[in-house]
């Protein structure tokens, strides 16, 4: 459209144009014609945009293509990365286990066994199995001789250590046992088990070492102890009179059996000490000696037994070790527990059952272990305690001839009922057969001496009552009155020291025993002319026993039998004052 074609369409749509807008139309002309130029370049300029687009899309397609392809082959190569390294790692495991540290091999020739060595056979003996498991492997079958010297040298060291080990307990008598075992015996226990793995011959002989060196070591240490309390017990012999004898003579002082009554209870009283003997006027209970000759042996037999089914169990049976195994501190009066001490403290301190060398926890390892390893470990514990066993049986056999009194003995049962209890808890099985035999043996010894009691009660009731075929033995009031008294005293004793009001045989033969008293009594008071005189007689024996055991039984005033007592003679005094009436 030309410029005269452009200036009358407006005229033409809008009707008739003034002149003066003609005019000013003109006047801008120019202007509309480079603002139409402007518009051409824009359009052009827009075109040329259109057309690089274009392009630019096309090329950014082809990009887009090609990362595509870059992802793949990225993950291809990651996916073989990982393949490569799962492989470095068992390559890795590989070489280290064929081969042997310089570190390794230097600690085992040129050092002397210690503790350095204990993670150094450990990490030694993971890599002897490696080479069993990978025998096929060349490198590994190369290798095999190197360790198999390398095994020869540690099982040289380790013999001659474990052999310098024992060197202290043969050549003195006041080494402490118990310290050598748990601070340096079972700190090298894993030393131990690579012996009985890879050199079960030189196991064998460590074992064997130790076994001749401990049994020495408590033979000898027994031997002096058990002769030390047969010393002092040899000062002292006591005899079973029974209720009977010595009626004329000065009374006995039977009250003194109460307070040895705590001899029957591991609690208690300090153990009677070696050097003790060395005093020739000193002088104890045979019931206190024998608490001491078992007391020393339950310490020192069960935790040696401790120890031995701890460091000698096969190493195939699951080991669960607490670290605090014999970890408990030891009694200032060790010296007795270990009896081959010869140092020992001034004196006696009281006994604790927390005093005890061992722990109960600490037994489990025991009950771990198979039927056929444990009866293997019994054998090796009697081997090393057998003479220790022999002279405490040799003392007790001496301690119970002559048989002691009716009430020391009850109390030297219930020791060993108490020993046995405290052995069974602490695991140590062969101990406590060797206990319960004592055990038995006390027993039958106290049947007889209660028999021999209401025997004797007996004759002398039969006596006192006269007759064609027996001589008539004299009775006084004072007589009957120490019957009575060392009953009574007897009767508390023996109720004290039974805590289970079921005893067969001791309260079976207290029946008896108080049957022939009664029996005693009537036929006393029996002479006497008149009926009312025998029954004020008779309620008057009868109410000095009501009263003699209504004092004592102040001791044990909850016990059945103690109360039944009570209620038998005081029927029987009433009974007696109302006939006197």
């Known amino acids: 459209m030309s410029v005269s074609e452009s200036s009358t369409t407006p005229q033409d749509a809008a009707g008739p144009i003034n002149s003066s807008e003609i005019v000013s139309f003109r006047s801008r002309t120019k202007e509309f014609v480079a603002l139409h130029e402007?518009?051409?370049?824009?359009?052009?300029?827009?075109?040329?945009?259109?057309?690089?687009?274009?392009?630019?899309?096309?090329?950014?397609?082809?990009?887009?293509?090609?990362?595509?392809?870059?992802?793949?082959?990225?993950?291809d190569i990651e996916g073989r990365l990982n393949s490569r390294r799962k492989i470095e790692e068992q390559l890795e495991s590989l070489v280290s286990d064929l081969t042997l540290p310089p570190n390794l091999v230097t600690t085992i020739l040129d050092t002397d066994v210690g503790e350095?060595?204990?993670?150094?056979?450990?990490?030694?003996?993971?890599?002897?199995?490696?080479?069993?498991?990978?025998?096929?492997?060349?490198?590994?079958?190369d290798l095999g001789e190197v360790a198999e010297g390398l095994r020869i040298v540690v099982a040289t060291k380790l013999r001659t250590f474990f052999l310098a080990l024992l060197q202290p307990i043969r050549a003195s008598m006041t080494t402490n046992m118990?310290?050598?075992?748990?601070?340096?015996?079972?700190?090298?226990?894993?030393?131990?088990?690579?012996?009985?793995?890879?050199?079960?011959?030189?196991?064998?002989?460590?074992?064997?070492?130790y076994v001749a060196a401990a049994r020495v070591y408590y033979e000898t240490g027994f031997r002096r102890y058990m002769r030390s309390l047969g010393w002092i017990k040899a000062r002292t012999i006591e005899k079973d009179p029974g209720l009977v004898s010595g009626l004329d003579g000065p009374e006995r002082q039977t009250d003194t059996y109460l307070e040895r009554l705590s001899y029957a209870r591991i609690e208690?009283?300090?153990?009677?000490l070696a050097y003790m003997a060395d005093d020739k006027t000193h002088k104890e209970d045979v019931e206190a000696l024998l608490r001491s000759a078992l007391l020393v042996l339950m310490d020192n037999g069960t935790s040696e037994y401790a120890f031995v089914t701890t460091f000698f169990a096969p190493v195939d049976t699951p080991q669960a070790i607490n670290s605090h195994l014999f970890s408990l501190p030891f009694?200032?009066?060790?010296?007795?527990?270990?009896?081959?001490?010869?140092s020992v403290p001034a004196t006696a301190r009281p006994r604790d059952r927390t005093d005890s060398v061992f722990s109960n926890e600490s037994l489990r390892q025991a009950s771990q272990l198979?039927?056929?390893?444990?009866?293997?470990?019994?054998?090796?514990?009697?081997?090393?305690?057998?003479?220790?066993?022999?002279?405490?049986?040799?003392?007790?056999?001496?301690a119970l001839e002559p048989p002691p009194p009716v009430i020391p003995l009850l109390t030297m049962i219930r020791l060993t009922e108490g020993i046995m209890g405290e052995v069974q808890k602490r695991g140590c099985q062969p101990l406590e057969t060797f206990v319960f035999g004592l055990r038995l043996q006390m027993w039958q010894l106290f049947q007889k001496a209660m028999t021999d009691q209401i025997e004797g009660l007996k004759k002398f009731a039969e006596g006192a009552g006269?007759?064609?075929?027996?001589?008539?033995?004299?009775?006084s009031d004072a007589a009957v009155a120490t019957i009575c008294k060392r009953y009574v005293v007897l009767f508390l004793c023996l109720v004290v020291l039974t805590e289970q009001n079921e005893e067969t045989m001791i309260f079976s033969n207290l029946l008896r025993l108080r049957q022939e008293l009664t029996r005693l009594i009537k036929t006393h008071t029996g002479k006497l002319s008149e009926a009312s005189t025998r029954a004020k007689a008779?309620?008057?024996?009868?109410?000095?026993?009501?009263?003699?055991?209504?004092?004592?039984?102040?001791?044990?005033?909850?016990?059945?039998?103690?109360?039944s007592e009570l209620v038998y003679w005081r029927e029987k005094e009433e009974g007696a004052r109302n006939q006197s009436r």
């Open 38 to 75: 402007q518009v051409q370049t824009g359009v052009r300029l827009l075109d040329s945009l259109e057309s690089f687009l274009s392009t630019f899309q096309s090329d950014l397609s082809e990009v887009l293509v090609q990362i595509s392809d870059l992802q793949s082959r990225s993950s």
């Open 116 to 141: 350095p060595w204990i993670p150094v056979i450990t990490d030694f003996e993971r890599r002897l199995e490696e080479l069993k498991v990978r025998g096929r492997v060349r490198a590994a079958r």
């Open 178 to 209: 118990h310290i050598v075992q748990t601070t340096v015996f079972l700190k090298y226990r894993p030393l131990y088990t690579f012996l009985m793995r890879h050199a079960a011959n030189v196991a064998t002989e460590v074992q064997k070492a």
């Open 268 to 272: 208690g009283p300090g153990v009677t």
């Open 331 to 342: 009694p200032a009066d060790d010296a007795v527990s270990s009896p081959a001490t010869d």
């Open 370 to 398: 198979s039927k056929e390893d444990l009866t293997s470990l019994n054998a090796i514990w009697k081997q090393i305690m057998d003479p220790a066993l022999e002279y405490t049986k040799t003392f007790v056999q001496a």
């Open 466 to 475: 006269g007759g064609y075929f027996r001589r008539t033995t004299t009775t």
């Open 538 to 563: 008779r309620s008057a024996v009868y109410e000095e026993l009501l009263q003699g055991l209504t004092r004592a039984f102040r001791a044990a005033p909850n016990h059945s039998r103690a109360q």
